[in-house]
């Protein structure tokens, strides 16, 4: 269950935005002196620094970690900084995801941020269960995807509330999205 701190799950929003923002083409030196200044080294998982320290990564891992940033959206909600998720069925504000870390230092981040109560968590961590599982089970039969649901964003809200709560234990790069 819900065993992360504030510091735990800030420090991991701002290595997705950050992982993120390289997906989408942010330049080599300026990463570099945003995980320098953000000291977000140290917290980037294996595949993460991975990714960073590639010079010319493939566009599949681009665009993989592009929708890291529909990850940290979540997390910016638990954190307080969002005010309601919705429905997945559009992209996050990447404009306003990323100024909220912008506008901060790390400290400044993290004393910023108020981790939401367990029960709303919880609530939201069971509604985007059902989402992703009726997103697969349409997949699966061969029906179109209900509700307007984004598979894409639902997936990723789905990722990041399962690390959030500590679904299975699993570390970042491990977290498992069964329906």
Known sequence: ???????????????????????????????????K???????????????????????????????????????????????QLGKPVRMCDVKFAVATMTERTTSQFIEDSE???????????????????AVRSARLQGQQIPAALNPDVTEERHYALNWLIGYLEQAWDDVSTDT
């Open 1 to 35: 269950m819900l065993n992360r701190s504030k510091e735990e799950v800030a420090l991991r929003a701002l290595c997705l935005l950050v992982v993120a923002a390289k997906g989408e083409g942010l330049e080599e030196d300026v990463v570099e002196r945003v995980l």
């Open 37 to 83: 200044s953000y000291e977000l080294q140290p917290h980037l998982t294996p595949k993460e620094l991975a990714f960073v320290l590639d010079n010319s990564p493939s566009q599949h891992d681009r665009v993989q970690f592009i929708w890291r940033y529909e990850a940290a959206s979540t997390l910016l909600w638990a954190l307080g900084f969002v005010a």
């Open 115 to 133: 981790l939401r109560p367990i029960a709303d968590i919880l609530d939201q961590a069971d509604l985007i269960y059902r989402y992703h599982w």
